[in-house]
């Protein structure tokens, strides 16, 4: 037999119930590269981490090498020469480089001598083509690194199965024309190798065969030499799926005249939670009755810009100008009394309290902004009409205002966010990641509220979902690693973006 | 010749503190902090106390406390790890509660037993353990793989539950050592220092001391030592500097706990100024 | 679940803490007869404290200091600031309040002085507060132990003073306030509910409630939405000091009198910081519930000529509130 691992029905309900695995079936076969193709939200990452023991299936069976496999844990999957690199890779921040390789290898019951693992690791490292130092602390390490020393104790454990998560996203073309040959070789030594990606020329160019998913299920599975680009996009979107993004059928002609600017960022520094610069220089303007997308790859500033625009983090130099004003030194309050909405990526712990109310959850955000709901005793009986406001401004029914935040659902409490600060009827609203976890019907109807808010306010959001951005901003600004890297305006070519996100 | 002296007796005093906090550090280290120090020293000197009256040996006397110790960190063991009670409301929990059963099993009659002199070899056995056991422990943290894994699982949970590693076992370890270097640190108080008595309030905060230590020596075994042994000088300094530099002695009673207050500010501020040392997540 | 955070009973739970009441208070007294005062002792002072009149008056006086401590630390542990730095602010409150009235030389009638020294009781609990509160907020230090410390340098500065400045006659005890300045069961449980609604008030009715509640449960939330943690914290770290400087005027004028050095703190705040938890943190739970940690005080004040140590009432008490948090969460699953 040539199959390496059998996935059989495999199906994940996440709690909320949504459906992230319907019943996939796949093989994967000993010596091949295997792309999993899809769009965000499709299942494919769900789907290795049911591989390598992270998600419990609540149905469906796995069979390697002819033999049942239940891993009950990310070291079963280890221990049976399954490997998975996560898309951000995860690193305890205060060990070493070499402390966290070898805490990997002892979980895979390999116990190496320190001096042996480290000419081991000068070997892999000619092999591979880059150095990573071992004696430098985890937290300092960038993604791509990160990503780097997982491919190294992948190799180290001489794992049969590699699965890697979306790995080329930090990579220049360049660096993913040398990895692809790796990938290759690693095959032709009789490994798998599992590739998840969402990017269709890339799927072509490694693998041997593409299995896409889409909506949690696997479509169609082709030989990469018999199938063409445009059948791929067909079976990742749909029928029109394709389409609706890239070209959108609502596309209006830019709007000629422009608002008033609401937001200009100046020349704008920031550092990082471990003092790095992570913000070098952003300038950016938002005017009312525009949506402006921020573009990039997670990581590169983009939550310390938002966190400098919403006056959470100090900049070390430049200006966030708010209406004419300049709110530099200004705190979250005096922002917020001015007129700016919220909506930050986490919904529960940033955008929500846990285990408050529906009604307190929409009551404390008015705190700073009006007396309305009482001056300093809290009038409850007109707080509650506020949500119930609030509420009805979003197609949900929630049956008890006085139930916790948490008995909702994690769309309908990110519509409900949304909602509560739509209502404050702001001038500048900044989000950042509004559809993430989201299912793609709940995603729909998020992206609508933000854009349907543009007409009153100017609209900022931060997304690590092109497709997204493309669909419903203006403009576009591409960050990486803190810089503007372009500003696109409409029509937008996504290739050109995507150029400016990896460059 | 007297600083020496002083030198030594502070070594001497300071050994319950650095025996806990030592016990303390593998705690934190592996990411959980037990506030219940004061009272399993408490608890385990008024034991050493009993046992060594009833069996007439301090050196069991001196077991029975390690046991003591370990049997309020059990406590801690199943409802923070088993139950995932509240790690500060448990601790404090056992502090209180320690002291008021160290007072009760001293009520039924066990308030002078045998102690452990001074010189004597059992006294020598547990100094020279003091000495050796910071830097063993630093071995055991940065250089073995179990030394690592503990590490791990106190720098991020998550990642160490993703991973795979056995998290609530280690904790369940590192909260045992913990509570028999605090058996033996109360029992050593009660025992030697205090010449074999047990009274209400022996440990007089020593117990917070020690847990002040850990932060003030950040979290290293190495440092967490020498904190510890500096509280302890600024302890027996105390009738040096009443009677020959003239303070009073409250201000001098107070002093270590003041220190260890602004220790913590600037423990805090270090750690702001340089982002690369980075501590367990224990609280 | 949090349990320090825990709202909003149901019935299930209700059951739950019933088990974990008289569970944990039968171990601890089955516990205590291990002392001289044996379990005959316990079991007829457990009868003879909520049967007769003497011990219920007794348990209202002993109320205050606890009482107060706990409804003020309701709001500190809401806002997740975990001070244990009662048991130091009633000392305080009570050495300023025996400075007031015997050493400052005032001599203020009754009718000013009563007021006067609540007030500044009050303060001067709500200013060690402080301390700590702006240690937390500025510098990051941990509260918890920094309260902590603080209690033992206010202990250790009690002791200075009556055994030094504040000596009269030829044992270590400072004067005792006169009976005109003394307080009846009366009035501490007026002053005790009167703190307690007004906490409740704050916590339920208030804007600075919500805030509380918000930052307490997500601080990230409270910041990015513009409620000001800073203020929190030190809203929070102050009134809780004041309630505690109360209390501790409560304990000096109410059935303390007067000073003498103590090697172990009396320790009404931990039971103040115990009560707290127990209620959930509600401020009206937790009135009740240290109507009840005061009756076993005074179970084990009646039992201290019998032998049973005075320290083993904290114990008890304790082992109550563990005893309720494992049969809440055994309960709840």
Request: hydrophobic share 50%; charged share 15%.
């Given at each position: 037999m040539n199959t390496f691992l059998s996935i059989r029905d495999v199906r994940v309900v996440y709690p909320g119930g949504v459906i992230a695995n319907d019943d996939v079936s796949l093989d994967i076969r000993r010596g091949e590269v295997l792309a999993l193709l899809g769009e965000n939200g499709a299942g494919k990452t769900t789907l290795i981490r049911v591989v390598a023991g992270l998600v419990k299936p609540v149905k469906g069976e796995l069979v390697l090498d002819g033999v049942r496999f239940k891993p009950s844990s990310y070291r079963d999957a280890l221990r049976n020469g399954i490997y998975m690199v996560p898309q951000m890779p995860q690193f305890?921040?205060?060990?070493t480089v070499l402390e966290d390789i070898m805490l990997t290898l002892r979980l895979a019951g390999r116990s190496i001598n320190r001096g042996r693992l480290e000419a081991r690791i000068a070997d892999l490292e000619g092999l591979l083509g880059f150095k990573v130092n071992l004696s430098s602390h985890c937290w300092s390490l960038s993604i791509g690194e990160k990503q780097r020393v997982e491919l190294l104790k992948a190799l180290l454990l001489d794992s049969k199965m590699l699965m890697l998560d979306e790995p080329t996203t930090h990579m220049t073309p360049h660096e993913f024309n040398s990895f692809k040959g790796l990938l290759r070789g690693l095959a032709g030594e009789g490994r798998s190798v599992v590739f998840v990606t969402h990017k269709v020329y890339e799927a072509l160019s490694v693998a041997d065969r593409v299995a896409v998913m889409r909506k949690g299920r696997i479509v169609g599975v082709f030989q990469a030499g018999e199938v063409s680009e445009d059948i791929l996009v067909k079976y990742m979107f749909g029928e029109n799926g394709y389409h609706r993004v890239f070209t959108p059928k609502n596309y209006k002609e830019p709007v000629h005249v422009k608002g008033e600017p609401v937001l200009e960022v100046l020349d704008l520094w920031v550092k990082g939670p471990y003092g790095q610069i992570a913000v070098k220089g952003v300038s950016m303007i938002v005017r009312k009755g525009e949506v402006v997308g921020v573009a990039g790859i997670?990581?590169?500033?983009q939550r310390e810009l938002f966190e400098a625009i919403i006056g959470l983090r100090k900049p070390i130099k430049g200006r966030v100008v708010l209406n004419g004003e300049d709110v530099t030194g200004r705190d979250p309050a005096y922002r917020i009394r001015k007129g700016v909405a919220v909506i930050p990526e986490e919904r529960v712990g940033w955008g929500l309290a846990s285990g408050l109310t529906v009604v307190e959850n929409i009551a404390f955000s008015l705190i700073p902004v009006?007396?309305?709901?009482?001056?300093?005793?809290?009038d409850w009986r007109k707080a509650r009409e506020v949500a119930e406001e609030v509420v009805a401004m979003i197609d949900v029914k929630v049956h008890d205002l006085s139930a916790t935040i948490d008995s909702l659902s994690g769309g309908n409490m990110q519509r409900l966010m949304i909602a509560r600060e739509l209502y404050k009827r702001p001038i500048l609203i900044v989000a950042m990641n509004p559809t993430g976890g989201l299912d793609l019907q709940t995603s729909k109807i998020v992206r609508g509220m933000v854009v349907g808010s543009s007409k009153a306010s100017a609209v900022l959001v931060i997304s690590e979902d092109l497709e997204e951005l493309l669909e419903i901003s203006d403009r576009i600004y591409v960050m990486s690693d803190g810089v503007v890297k372009g500003v696109f305006e409409k029509p937008f070519n996504a290739d050109y973006i995507i150029r400016a996100m990896v460059g | 010749m007297v600083v020496v002296d002083y030198m030594s007796i502070a070594f001497i005093t300071s050994i319950p503190i650095i025996l806990a906090a030592l016990g303390e550090v593998l705690v934190e280290r592996s990411g959980r902090v037990n506030l219940g120090v004061e009272g399993m020293m408490a608890f385990s000197a008024s034991i050493s106390v009993a046992v060594s009256t009833l069996t007439g040996s301090p050196l069991i006397g001196l077991i029975a406390g390690g046991m003591a110790g370990v049997i309020l960190s059990t406590v801690y063991t199943l409802t923070v790890i088993g139950l995932k009670l509240d790690q500060i409301v448990v601790g404090l929990i056992i502090s209180l509660a320690g002291l008021g059963l160290a007072d009760l099993i001293s009520s039924a009659g066990y308030r002078v037993g045998y102690n452990i002199p001074h010189g004597s070899t059992l006294h020598n056995t547990l100094i020279v353990i003091t000495i050796v056991l910071p830097p063993i422990l630093w071995l055991i943290l940065y250089r073995t793989p179990q030394g690592v894994e503990l590490r791990a699982v106190g720098y991020d949970e998550h990642v160490a539950r993703e991973r795979g590693l056995r998290v609530d076992l280690i904790r369940a370890v590192t909260v045992t050592i913990g509570g028999l270097t605090a058996g033996i640190a109360g029992a050593y108080m009660a025992l030697v220092l205090y010449n074999g008595r047990y009274f209400s309030g022996i440990t007089g905060g020593w117990g917070w001391l020690a847990i002040g230590s850990v932060i003030l020596g950040y979290w290293h075994p190495i440092g967490v030592a020498v904190a510890a042994y500096t509280i302890g000088i600024l302890l027996t300094t105390k009738p040096l500097l009443t009677s020959e530099l003239g303070l009073p002695p409250t201000l001098v009673t107070i002093t270590p706990y003041i220190a260890v207050i602004i220790a913590l500010t600037l423990v805090t501020i270090i750690s702001r100024r340089k982002p690369s040392l980075i501590p367990p997540k224990p609280l | 679940m949090n349990p320090m955070l825990a709202s909003r009973p149901s019935l299930r739970p209700l059951v739950g803490v019933t088990i974990g009441l008289i569970a944990g208070f039968a171990l601890a007294l089955i516990l205590g007869s291990i002392s001289p005062a044996g379990f005959k002792g316990m079991a007829s002072s457990l009868v003879w404290v909520y049967t007769s009149p003497a011990p219920l008056i007794f348990t209202l006086t002993l109320l205050g200091p606890i009482a107060c401590a706990a409804v003020g630390l309701t709001l500190a542990y809401r806002a997740r600031f975990i001070t244990i730095g009662s048991e130091g602010q009633i000392l305080l409150g009570s050495i300023v309040t025996l400075w007031l009235i015997e050493y400052s030389d005032l001599n203020l009638h009754p009718t000013i002085a009563i007021p006067t020294s609540i007030v500044l009781g009050g303060f001067a609990g709500a200013f060690l507060g402080f301390v700590v509160g702006l240690l937390r907020v500025y510098v990051n230090a941990n509260e918890i132990l920094v309260s902590l410390m603080l209690n033992y340098v206010i202990l250790y500065i009690l002791n200075h003073l009556a055994s030094g400045p504040w000596r009269v006659g030829p044992f270590a005890i400072t004067r005792s306030v006169g009976e005109e300045y003394r307080l009846g069961p009366l009035a501490i449980v007026v002053t005790t509910v009167s703190l307690t609604l007004l906490c409740w008030v704050l916590l339920t009715r208030s804007k600075f409630g919500l805030a509380i509640k918000v930052y307490g449960r997500a601080p990230r939330v409270a910041e990015t939405y513009g409620l000001n943690s800073k203020t929190i914290v030190l809203a929070v770290a102050m009134l809780s000091g004041f309630t505690s400087g109360v209390g501790g005027v409560l304990m000096m004028l109410g059935f303390q009198h007067n000073l003498s050095p103590m090697s172990v703190s009396p320790g009404y705040g931990y039971m103040g910081v115990l009560v707290s938890w127990l209620s959930a943190n509600n401020p009206l739970v937790a009135l009740l519930a240290s109507w009840f940690f005061s009756s076993i005080l005074v179970l084990g004040r009646s039992l201290q000529a019998s032998g049973l140590p005075i320290g083993y009432v904290l114990a008890i008490q304790s082992i109550i509130v563990l005893s309720v948090m494992i049969a809440r969460r055994l309960t709840s699953r």
């Amino acid at each position: 037999m040539n199959t390496f691992l059998s996935i059989r029905d495999v199906r994940v309900v996440y709690p909320g119930g949504v459906i992230a695995n319907d019943d996939v079936s796949l093989d994967i076969r000993r010596g091949e590269v295997l792309a999993l193709l899809g769009e965000n939200g499709a299942g494919k990452t769900t789907l290795i981490r049911v591989v390598a023991g992270l998600v419990k299936p609540v149905k469906g069976e796995l069979v390697l090498d002819g033999v049942r496999f239940k891993p009950s844990s990310y070291r079963d999957a280890l221990r049976n020469g399954i490997y998975m690199v996560p898309q951000m890779p995860q690193f305890f921040d205060g060990l070493t480089v070499l402390e966290d390789i070898m805490l990997t290898l002892r979980l895979a019951g390999r116990s190496i001598n320190r001096g042996r693992l480290e000419a081991r690791i000068a070997d892999l490292e000619g092999l591979l083509g880059f150095k990573v130092n071992l004696s430098s602390h985890c937290w300092s390490l960038s993604i791509g690194e990160k990503q780097r020393v997982e491919l190294l104790k992948a190799l180290l454990l001489d794992s049969k199965m590699l699965m890697l998560d979306e790995p080329t996203t930090h990579m220049t073309p360049h660096e993913f024309n040398s990895f692809k040959g790796l990938l290759r070789g690693l095959a032709g030594e009789g490994r798998s190798v599992v590739f998840v990606t969402h990017k269709v020329y890339e799927a072509l160019s490694v693998a041997d065969r593409v299995a896409v998913m889409r909506k949690g299920r696997i479509v169609g599975v082709f030989q990469a030499g018999e199938v063409s680009e445009d059948i791929l996009v067909k079976y990742m979107f749909g029928e029109n799926g394709y389409h609706r993004v890239f070209t959108p059928k609502n596309y209006k002609e830019p709007v000629h005249v422009k608002g008033e600017p609401v937001l200009e960022v100046l020349d704008l520094w920031v550092k990082g939670p471990y003092g790095q610069i992570a913000v070098k220089g952003v300038s950016m303007i938002v005017r009312k009755g525009e949506v402006v997308g921020v573009a990039g790859i997670t990581g590169n500033g983009q939550r310390e810009l938002f966190e400098a625009i919403i006056g959470l983090r100090k900049p070390i130099k430049g200006r966030v100008v708010l209406n004419g004003e300049d709110v530099t030194g200004r705190d979250p309050a005096y922002r917020i009394r001015k007129g700016v909405a919220v909506i930050p990526e986490e919904r529960v712990g940033w955008g929500l309290a846990s285990g408050l109310t529906v009604v307190e959850n929409i009551a404390f955000s008015l705190i700073p902004v009006n007396s309305s709901i009482g001056r300093f005793i809290v009038d409850w009986r007109k707080a509650r009409e506020v949500a119930e406001e609030v509420v009805a401004m979003i197609d949900v029914k929630v049956h008890d205002l006085s139930a916790t935040i948490d008995s909702l659902s994690g769309g309908n409490m990110q519509r409900l966010m949304i909602a509560r600060e739509l209502y404050k009827r702001p001038i500048l609203i900044v989000a950042m990641n509004p559809t993430g976890g989201l299912d793609l019907q709940t995603s729909k109807i998020v992206r609508g509220m933000v854009v349907g808010s543009s007409k009153a306010s100017a609209v900022l959001v931060i997304s690590e979902d092109l497709e997204e951005l493309l669909e419903i901003s203006d403009r576009i600004y591409v960050m990486s690693d803190g810089v503007v890297k372009g500003v696109f305006e409409k029509p937008f070519n996504a290739d050109y973006i995507i150029r400016a996100m990896v460059g | 010749m007297v600083v020496v002296d002083y030198m030594s007796i502070a070594f001497i005093t300071s050994i319950p503190i650095i025996l806990a906090a030592l016990g303390e550090v593998l705690v934190e280290r592996s990411g959980r902090v037990n506030l219940g120090v004061e009272g399993m020293m408490a608890f385990s000197a008024s034991i050493s106390v009993a046992v060594s009256t009833l069996t007439g040996s301090p050196l069991i006397g001196l077991i029975a406390g390690g046991m003591a110790g370990v049997i309020l960190s059990t406590v801690y063991t199943l409802t923070v790890i088993g139950l995932k009670l509240d790690q500060i409301v448990v601790g404090l929990i056992i502090s209180l509660a320690g002291l008021g059963l160290a007072d009760l099993i001293s009520s039924a009659g066990y308030r002078v037993g045998y102690n452990i002199p001074h010189g004597s070899t059992l006294h020598n056995t547990l100094i020279v353990i003091t000495i050796v056991l910071p830097p063993i422990l630093w071995l055991i943290l940065y250089r073995t793989p179990q030394g690592v894994e503990l590490r791990a699982v106190g720098y991020d949970e998550h990642v160490a539950r993703e991973r795979g590693l056995r998290v609530d076992l280690i904790r369940a370890v590192t909260v045992t050592i913990g509570g028999l270097t605090a058996g033996i640190a109360g029992a050593y108080m009660a025992l030697v220092l205090y010449n074999g008595r047990y009274f209400s309030g022996i440990t007089g905060g020593w117990g917070w001391l020690a847990i002040g230590s850990v932060i003030l020596g950040y979290w290293h075994p190495i440092g967490v030592a020498v904190a510890a042994y500096t509280i302890g000088i600024l302890l027996t300094t105390k009738p040096l500097l009443t009677s020959e530099l003239g303070l009073p002695p409250t201000l001098v009673t107070i002093t270590p706990y003041i220190a260890v207050i602004i220790a913590l500010t600037l423990v805090t501020i270090i750690s702001r100024r340089k982002p690369s040392l980075i501590p367990p997540k224990p609280l | 679940m949090n349990p320090m955070l825990a709202s909003r009973p149901s019935l299930r739970p209700l059951v739950g803490v019933t088990i974990g009441l008289i569970a944990g208070f039968a171990l601890a007294l089955i516990l205590g007869s291990i002392s001289p005062a044996g379990f005959k002792g316990m079991a007829s002072s457990l009868v003879w404290v909520y049967t007769s009149p003497a011990p219920l008056i007794f348990t209202l006086t002993l109320l205050g200091p606890i009482a107060c401590a706990a409804v003020g630390l309701t709001l500190a542990y809401r806002a997740r600031f975990i001070t244990i730095g009662s048991e130091g602010q009633i000392l305080l409150g009570s050495i300023v309040t025996l400075w007031l009235i015997e050493y400052s030389d005032l001599n203020l009638h009754p009718t000013i002085a009563i007021p006067t020294s609540i007030v500044l009781g009050g303060f001067a609990g709500a200013f060690l507060g402080f301390v700590v509160g702006l240690l937390r907020v500025y510098v990051n230090a941990n509260e918890i132990l920094v309260s902590l410390m603080l209690n033992y340098v206010i202990l250790y500065i009690l002791n200075h003073l009556a055994s030094g400045p504040w000596r009269v006659g030829p044992f270590a005890i400072t004067r005792s306030v006169g009976e005109e300045y003394r307080l009846g069961p009366l009035a501490i449980v007026v002053t005790t509910v009167s703190l307690t609604l007004l906490c409740w008030v704050l916590l339920t009715r208030s804007k600075f409630g919500l805030a509380i509640k918000v930052y307490g449960r997500a601080p990230r939330v409270a910041e990015t939405y513009g409620l000001n943690s800073k203020t929190i914290v030190l809203a929070v770290a102050m009134l809780s000091g004041f309630t505690s400087g109360v209390g501790g005027v409560l304990m000096m004028l109410g059935f303390q009198h007067n000073l003498s050095p103590m090697s172990v703190s009396p320790g009404y705040g931990y039971m103040g910081v115990l009560v707290s938890w127990l209620s959930a943190n509600n401020p009206l739970v937790a009135l009740l519930a240290s109507w009840f940690f005061s009756s076993i005080l005074v179970l084990g004040r009646s039992l201290q000529a019998s032998g049973l140590p005075i320290g083993y009432v904290l114990a008890i008490q304790s082992i109550i509130v563990l005893s309720v948090m494992i049969a809440r969460r055994l309960t709840s699953r």
